[in-house]
Structure formats: structure tokens, C-alpha cells
């Protein structure tokens, strides 16, 4: 009887043990991106490394409503942004309105973002609906990154009333070239240093009224002569140049967290080896704004449907060489639906992994979780 009793109670014990692992424990919660991107498609996800502007979405010109086009193509078109020109916007209730109703059309969020630096490149201030901030040139003469620090505070604020989660700023150029008409009075100045803290204060002040900014035009769009919206614009810097003067601000705006860093379509050979946009190539992106600068945020390309880009590549070519060379998202291709089947492509054929896209997507969707879109 007493072996029988110890049989049964060994019994008992390997029971208990074995169904122990299974009592009370669940499976692990995924956070907001790993759950977003559960719930992609390997086709949702090569839309969301898009930002175009709402006419590439909907086919029609010059939206100020969202149509019910738009509504139809963003259910097949979940892009990762939607970015606003100044014949988008009619007035302040308008462009509100308008916003909303692009944020709502998307079911994964989608960044609305807008080109508002001041002065001459102001959407919205040129028309009286937010604060005109000025040409940047003119904070910079100050000499009080205080003053930048104000700016930004002002554009995340006024940006964020309308909607917008998004400003293409701060000019992180520094003019070294006298010559240099396509930034000008863009930029903060001519003394990388003051440049720097100025770029610093902006960012830091713009992403506090929870508006993500973007750095631009990397590595520095101030030695060129050229107009990259033209065709193609060539700096002679060399990288121990860059690194003395232009990369300054840059580092500058990283380190204050910037969420993203807009590449420049220039060239520079003398980095390079040869006259690749740095939107395109790997040396800039991969090697020195991922690597030297250690930047761990989303890279987006300046506009592609610039001169500097079609005068010589077609959209499907540079979509995939601008992804290839480590950008995160794509701005304004001048085709998107050939730029997105030709990724399409080369993730089909090998060219590109599914672990890249995403890569790139995780990337996309933490700032927007950061900045509360998810």
C-alpha cells in the first residue's frame, strides 16, 4: 500500500510539472511597430517607404479637398507620407480640414508633412496662415541660437494646430560656396559653428511640439553652384572638408535627435569616385551618415522628380539604386507607380531582402509611434 501511495504521488508531481509552463502565461504583447507591421502585406510595406504629394495618390491636379478618389487609391496606396505645395493649401480652415480628412483616410497613420522653413520656402506663412519666420539668414545674423530655438518652437507649434506632423526643416546647409544661389539666405550662414547651434536649437524646439524636423540637405548643398531642381550639381569638397565645416550641423541636429535626415541629389566626386547623386549612393547614406555620423533615424531622399536625378536615371532606377544606397523613404519620385513596382521587382528577384524593407519600415514606423501616430 505504502509503494502504491509514493507511485501515485510521483505521479502527481511529473503532472504538476509538466503543466506547470501552461498555467497562467500568455503569448508576449507586441508593441505598436511590431504590431503595425504584423498586420502589413510585403506590398503595404514597399508603399509605406513612399512620401509623394497627394496628386501622386488620387491622379487628380492641384487637390485642396480629399476626393473620393484619394480615399479609393489610399486603400491600395498606403504610402508612408503625404507632403503639401502651396496649391494645396487655400486658407486656414481649409488645410485643416484637409489634413485631417488625408490622416484619416489611411489605415496605417501616414506622415502629412510640408516645406515651412521660413522666407523664401514658407507654404503657409507666405499666405498668412501661419507665422513667417523670415529667411534663416536673418535668424543666424543674430548670433543667438535662442532665436532659432523661438523659430522652431513656433513652427512645431502652429504646424501642429493644423494637423501637420511634419516640417522639411531645419536648412542644415552652411554657405561656403559665395556662388551658391539654390540655398542662399536659406541658411543659417557661412561659420559651420553658429550653424550648428542654430540647427540644434530649431530641432530641438520643433520636436518638443511633437513635429518631427528634418535636417537638410546632406552632406551640405552649400558648396555647390549649381541648381540640383535643374540637373545635375557638382562640389569639388573632399571629405576632410566636409568634415571641417559642412557635416557640423548635421552631427549637431542628430545628436539633438532629429528624426530624420534629408539627402541632397549633389555630387561629390572627390568622397564618391565619381558624379552618383549622394542620394544615391551608398558612400553618403550607408557609409557616412549611417556609420561615420552614426544617424539611426529615417533617411529620406530630396525630391527625386529633380533635374539633378532625371536628367540621367529613370524612376524605377533611381528608386531602387536610392533604396539600395540605404534610404528609408523615397520623396516625389516622378513615377511612383513605376518606382514601386521596380522594388517590387527587386525584392521578387533577390535584389532586395524582405529583412531590408523591413529594416527600413521599423525605422518609419518608430517615429511615428514616437511622435504618438501609432
Known amino acids: 500500500m505504502r509503494r502504491v501511495l509514493a507511485v501515485f504521488a510521483a505521479a502527481l508531481l511529473f503532472c504538476s510539472c509538466e503543466a506547470a509552463p501552461d498555467r497562467g502565461l500568455s503569448e508576449p504583447k507586441l508593441s505598436p511597430v511590431e504590431a503595425a507591421m504584423a498586420n502589413m502585406t510585403l506590398d503595404g510595406k514597399l508603399w509605406q517607404l513612399f512620401f509623394v504629394t497627394p496628386e501622386a495618390v488620387s491622379g487628380w491636379p492641384a487637390e485642396k479637398a480629399v476626393s473620393e478618389d484619394f480615399l479609393a487609391f489610399a486603400k491600395k496606396r498606403p504610402v508612408g507620407g503625404i507632403i503639401l505645395f502651396a496649391d494645396n493649401i487655400a486658407s486656414r480652415e481649409q488645410v485643416t480640414a484637409y489634413v485631417n480628412d488625408i490622416k484619416a483616410g489611411f489605415v496605417t497613420p501616414v506622415f502629412v ?19 513667417d519666420n523670415g529667411d534663416m539668414r536673418d535668424v543666424g545674423d543674430t548670433g543667438d541660437s535662442s532665436a532659432a530655438g523661438a523659430v522652431g518652437g513656433r513652427l512645431g507649434s502652429e504646424l501642429s494646430a493644423l494637423g501637420f506632423n511634419l516640417d522639411f526643416a531645419p536648412v542644415a546647409d552652411t554657405i561656403t560656396n559665395p556662388a551658391n544661389t539654390e540655398i542662399g539666405r536659406r541658411s543659417f550662414g557661412t561659420d559651420a559653428e553658429l550653424v550648428s547651434g542654430m540647427v540644434e536649437a530649431e530641432t530641438e524646439a520643433m520636436q518638443s511640439a511633437g513635429v518631427s524636423a528634418v535636417l537638410k540637405h546632406f552632406p551640405g548643398h552649400g558648396s555647390a553652384s549649381a541648381n540640383s531642381h535643374n540637373g545635375i550639381s557638382v562640389s569639388e569638397r573632399t571629405l576632410d572638408e566636409l568634415e571641417k565645416a559642412d557635416l557640423k550641423p548635421f552631427k549637431a541636429g542628430i545628436a539633438a535627435g532629429a528624426d530624420f ?75 511612383l507607380t513605376e518606382a514601386h513596382a521596380a522594388l517590387a521587382k527587386a525584392v521578387e528577384e533577390g535584389r532586395i531582402s524582405e529583412a531590408r524593407v523591413d529594416e527600413s519600415v521599423k525605422r518609419i514606423l518608430s517615429v511615428k509611434e514616437k511622435r504618438g501616430l501609432l
Open 113 to 131: 508633412g510640408v516645406d515651412e522653413e521660413g522666407g523664401l520656402v514658407s507654404r503657409l506663412g507666405g499666405k498668412g496662415i501661419i507665422t
Open 261 to 335: 535626415v534629408m539627402v541632397s541629389h549633389i555630387s561629390l566626386p572627390n568622397v564618391t569616385g565619381n558624379e552618383t547623386p549622394c542620394s544615391l549612393s551608398p558612400a553618403i547614406i550607408t557609409d557616412l551618415l549611417r556609420g561615420e555620423l552614426g544617424f539611426e533615424g529615417v533617411v529620406i531622399t530630396d525630391a527625386l522628380n529633380m533635374g539633378a536625378v532625371t536628367s540621367v536615371y529613370g524612376a524605377a532606377e533611381a528608386a531602387v539604386m536610392a533604396f539600395e544606397a540605404g534610404a528609408d523613404m523615397l520623396l516625389m519620385p516622378e513615377n
